[in-house]
């Protein structure tokens, strides 16, 4: 991949993070447009990294692109305001950025276009998400010159996590965990994995034009998961399983709180569906790019034990 120029759109998150690092580390030039500079300050020093300031739901996207070899969306949003489909917050990450970045593709010539969708992304599924995901993926297939390959992973864990951080967190403060879709399945995937996934799918030629499911090699419920991340962080919390009327209730009074809600009414639709693999599609999974998936237990204990995490600044700092 030396030979390479990668752009990559929200490059500056968690998975974008970890995608740019590995780039880096395969010898790609990689192009990072930011919002914010000071978000993107862990990637600034890496090898063939260049991090520029823009706006990219307003400003020209083709001139980033030119002579780039391929362009990557990782753009998402997990909470929007009420709209028809899907509210606005969605509307522009997950629909009109990536119309805009295949577009400036298309005008720059840059053959290749990796997207990230979601598992459960259906135009008439049940929440604004996955609405809004499914139509992402149409818009990713609007240029006939640029070669779209779309991923649609289940949660993603790995250090810096949104997911089972937060549940940790919860778990620190308070004496119970009152939870909604306890019952819900996932099937959490690790961020290495997922990296390798669009670095596997750059090399070759033959995933142009197809859709992956991203799934790790286990299964667990929401209520499992949330165990887990309180026994790993070590503050396992008894978990009181809400019926539904309560569970939306919770997340109502979370939407009304300042800032990102920590759950919503939409994210509550997005789990009346498992984020689980369909069968029917496990030919087009990370694992047939030749990537050996790692267990969750592989790697979670290990960044959400406060006991490691110190041990892991000891070693570091020679002591």
């Known amino acids: ?40 300050r862990h990637l600034i020093f890496l090898p063939g990294v260049e991090v520029v300031e823009t706006e990219i739901g307003k400003d020209p996207l083709a001139p980033l692109l ?17 709209g028809t489909p899907y509210g606005p917050q969605f509307a522009h990450a997950h629909v009109e950025i990536p119309r805009r970045i295949v577009a400036a593709c298309a005008a720059a010539g840059v053959p290749r276009y990796l997207h990230m969708s979601a598992l ?19 818009q990713a297939r609007t240029e006939e010159s640029v070669a779209a390959t779309i991923f649609r992973p289940s949660v993603v864990f790995g250090p810096g996590d949104h997911f089972l951080n937060m549940f940790a967190a919860l778990q620190r403060w308070l004496p119970v ?42 299964m667990y419920t929401l209520a499992e998961l949330v165990r887990l991340a309180g026994r790993w962080s070590h503050h396992e919390r008894p978990i009181v399983e ?49 990537i050996k998936l790692t267990a969750l237990e592989a790697v979670a204990p290990n960044y959400l034990s406060p006991h490691e995490r110190f041990d892991e600044f000891r070693a570091r700092a020679g002591r």
């Open 66 to 82: 030119e002579g780039a070899d391929a362009a990557i969306n990782l753009v998402g949003v997990l909470y929007s305001k009420p």
């Open 177 to 218: 965990v009152p939870l909604a879709c306890a019952g819900a399945e996932f099937q959490p995937v690790y961020v290495g994995d997922v990296a390798q996934a669009y670095i596997h799918a750059l090399r070759d030629p033959k995933t142009r034009h197809l859709v992956f499911g991203l799934g790790g090699p286990s």
């Open 1 to 40: 991949m030396r030979e390479m120029t990668v752009v990559v759109f929200g490059g500056t998150g968690f998975i974008g993070s970890h995608l740019v690092a590995q780039l880096a580390a395969e010898g790609a030039r990689v192009v990072v447009p930011t919002r914010r500079l000071d978000r993107a």
């Open 120 to 138: 459960g992304a259906d135009r008439d599924g049940p929440s604004m998400y996955q609405r809004s995901k499914a139509e992402g993926e149409v």
């Open 242 to 290: 809400l019926p539904n009327a309560l569970g939306r209730l919770q997340a109502l009074m979370f939407e009304l709180m300042p800032g990102t809600p920590l759950m919503s009414r939409d994210n509550l639709d997005s789990m009346k569906c498992d984020n689980v693999l369909d069968p029917a599609i496990q030919a087009l999974t990370a694992a047939s790019l030749g």
